[in-house]
T-cell receptor, first 116, second 116 residues
Framework: NAGVMQNPRHLVRRRGQEARLRCSPMKGHSHVYWYRQLPEEGLKFMVYLQKENIIDESGMPKERFSAEFPKEGPSILRIQQVVRGDSAAYFC??????????????FGSGTQLSVL | AQKITQTQPGMFVQEKEAVTLDCTYDTSDQSYGLFWYKQPSSGEMIFLIYQGSYDEQNATEGRYSLNFQKARKSANLVISASQLGDSAMYFCAMRLSNTGFQKLVFGTGTRLLVSP
């Protein structure tokens, strides 16, 4: 049973480029979360999605950041026109819609974004 | 506002000894969830243990136990019989209960070093 899969593991972009981070949740999980970890800090919530719906994006910067979780395929976190301050580890997590594991988040290994 | 405080930036313990990592939380809600995650140097976030605010028994998962003291608003992680592989960052987190989903607030973490 594969865990939460994120790719790429490392992503290097120059200022002004676009970054696309992908996340495939665990099998049977329909809830996806994105968190960001700045250096030497804890994770901070960005967005919560279910299939084809954004439920809560209160932690997303208002500009340049967007997220989607289409009916088919992985969830995508997209950062347009990246700046150096976007350099961070971006974690995806998933949980099932119900059941005993509903209250537990399972994280992927993260994508380390470096902006030059 | 909900907040997690981890006052120990670093902790040292000898192999086979027990260690307690401190976590205090602040919330006015009656229903909430508390989590501990481990982040080794490779970067992934590994779920360790979960405690619901209404759970009467302290949670245990193998060598991990959560010392939940509701009146003191503390949720300390106890690792028994430390192993070299326990060296990592440890994050305490709380689920914001009024959201109904896994929007977690994380502490700043404690770096644990286990020595032979």
């Amino acid at each position: 049973n594969a865990g939460v899969m994120q790719n790429p593991r490392h992503l290097v972009r120059r200022r002004g480029q676009e970054a696309r981070l992908r996340c495939s949740p665990m099998k049977g999980h329909s809830h996806v979360y994105w968190y960001r970890q700045l250096p030497e800090e804890g994770l901070k919530f960005m967005v919560y999605l279910q299939k084809e719906n954004i439920i809560d994006e209160s932690g997303m910067p208002k500009e340049r950041f967007s997220a989607e979780f289409p009916k088919e395929g992985p969830s995508i976190l997209r950062i347009q026109q990246v700046v150096r301050g976007d350099s961070a580890a971006y974690f995806c997590a998933s949980s099932p819609p119900s059941g005993p594991l509903h209250e537990k988040l399972f994280f992927g290994s993260g994508t380390q974004l470096s902006v030059l | 506002a909900q907040k997690i405080t981890q006052t120990q930036p670093g902790m040292f313990v000898q192999e086979k000894e027990a260690v307690t990592l401190d976590c205090t939380y602040d919330t006015s809600d009656q229903s909430y969830g508390l989590f501990w995650y481990k982040q080794p140097s490779s970067g992934e976030m590994i779920f360790l243990i979960y405690q619901g605010s209404y759970d009467e028994q302290n949670a245990t998962e193998g060598r991990y136990s959560l010392n939940f003291q509701k009146a003191r608003k503390s949720a300390n992680l106890v690792i028994s019989a430390s192993q070299l592989g326990d060296s990592a960052m440890y994050f305490c987190a709380m689920r914001l209960s009024n959201t109904g989903f896994q929007k977690l607030v994380f502490g700043t973490g404690t770096r644990l070093l286990v020595s032979p």
